[in-house]
């Protein structure tokens, strides 16, 4: 690391060629970019960054609502970055290279609102799920909305139902859609404010064996 003293254009920042040019503390530095490591990686490095791809791929296409719910709960954490850790931490299981995610501890949401205490039901031999909730005692949470959170293990994809119900309803029917209709399935299930300025926490509900053909007969 080598301090840079500012020319008549200024402080330089980023990189150029081999160099890394940057600002910290209000100082000047300069330092050389690292080099592609000619080592084979071991089986722990593998292994570590097979589970952090397992966990990207799980939270990717949800993570605008972590960090918009996470935000919220605490701005100084971004939603994403300390959802992983808790995966890797207390999630991820397997060895090497079959690692697979615990559905049930992972936490997607979180947030100030009651909870919603909720139980899950599927209505056999249809695409439909009967939640339930216990409905909050105090009267200014009554109007908190449902959101159902489903995601397909086969193909990855997610499917966010918003306003399904409010919690005074203590219950509702939900159908399954596509992208998610076939296939096994993890349901969870949050609150959110109707200003959207603030969330419970999500809880998981279960899983459910769903057959896309059952969303054209009944």
């Known amino acids: 690391m080598a301090h840079l003293h500012s ?16 600002i910290t503390k209000g100082k000047n530095l300069v330092r050389r970019a690292p080099g592609k490591s000619k080592k084979k990686p071991t089986t722990k490095q593998l292994a570590q960054r097979a589970k952090f791809g397992e966990a990207m791929r799980f939270i990717s296409p949800i993570s605008k609502l972590i960090n918009e719910s996470y935000k919220l709960f605490n701005r100084r954490q971004i939603g994403t970055n300390f959802l992983i850790r808790e995966i890797l931490k207390n999630a991820m299981m397997g060895k090497y290279p079959h ?25 056999a031999g249809t695409c439909n799920l009967d939640i339930t909730w216990e409905v909050a005692s105090n009267p200014i949470y009554l109007e908190d909305e449902l959101m159902v959170l489903i995601r397909c293990c086969t193909t ?63």
């Open 7 to 22: 020319g008549i254009m200024g402080p330089v920042s980023g990189k150029i060629g081999n160099l890394v040019y940057y």
């Open 99 to 123: 690692f697979f995610i615990d559905y049930p501890k992972v936490s997607l949401v979180r947030g100030t609102l009651p909870w919603a205490m909720g139980s899950l039901q599927h209505q």
């Open 156 to 218: 990855g994809n997610w499917f966010i139902a918003e306003k399904v119900a409010q919690r005074a309803q203590g219950g509702c029917t939900i159908r399954i859609e596509a992208p998610v209709d076939h296939g096994m399935v993890q349901v969870w299930i949050v609150f959110r404010s109707p200003d959207r300025s603030s969330y419970s926490n999500s809880e998981y509900l279960g899983e459910v064996i769903t057959d896309k053909s059952l969303n054209y007969e009944n």
